[in-house]
Structure formats: C-alpha cells, structure tokens
C-alpha cells in the first residue's frame, strides 16, 4: 500500500488540525493503520492507531482527549483531528499500514509509511 500524508501546516496554540492520509495498492481496508510523529533528532514516537474495522482505537497518553483517530475504508482515507494544540506537537506526523489486522505502539509493526507531514504549532 502506498500513503500520502497532507494537512499539517502552521497553527497558533489551541487550534485545531485536521490530518489526512490517502492508500492506494493493496487493500486498505485489511490493515490496522497508525500515525505517528517525529521532531527532528528524537525517535519517532507513537500518537495514535486504530483497527481495521476502526472499532479499536488506542493513543499516545500526551495527546488523550485531545486528538481523533479515523478512518473511512469506502475512500481509503485515514483521518488524525488534532485539537487544543500545544507546542509540543511540533513534529512531522507520519501515517503508517501495520502489518496486522490491529494497530500498534512498535513501528517495527508497520510496513508502509507515508512521507510525513510538518505541523508547526507556535505559541
């Protein structure tokens, strides 16, 4: 499966984003999906999965209550709404296809990556 990550973008502290991700290839619908985010230096660190039915969800505990996983399987698309955000979400969010039915916290688990996308959150 192929993805493309868009949406990221500058923001002011306590706004809100939506983050989006397009597959194509293989079927999307089979796979648990993730996004994860990077700052420059660090490890890239999980945010949020979800399964491939999207009835399992899991999330970084930074960023609970405050960001939603989804996913429409009819359009390939799968969805990261990012509220109240904060400077320390600065990163390059990636989306990523885990190899299994379910999402995980490892991203050894994912075997396709999209190419990321910055969202700069000033104060």
């Known amino acids: 499966v192929q993805l493309q990550a868009s949406g990221g973008g500058l923001v002011q502290t306590g706004d809100s984003l939506r983050l989006s991700c397009k597959a194509s290839?293989?079927?999307?619908?089979?796979?648990?999906m993730g996004w994860f985010r990077q700052v420059s230096g660090q490890d890239r660190e999980f945010v949020a999965g979800?399964?491939?039915?999207?009835?399992?969800?899991s999330y970084a505990d930074s960023v609970k209550d405050r960001f939603t996983i989804s996913r429409d399987n009819s359009k390939n698309m799968l969805y990261l709404r990012m509220n109240s955000l904060k400077s320390e979400d600065t990163a390059v969010y990636y989306c990523?296809?885990?190899?299994?039915?379910?999402?995980?916290?490892?991203?050894?688990?994912?075997?396709?990556w999209g190419q990321g996308t910055l969202v700069t959150v000033s104060s």
């Open positions: 979800i399964s491939w039915r999207g009835d399992r969800v």
């Open positions: 990523a296809a885990s190899r299994f039915a379910v999402s995980s916290r490892q991203s050894s688990d994912y075997n396709a």
């Open positions: 290839g293989r079927r999307f619908s089979n796979n648990g």
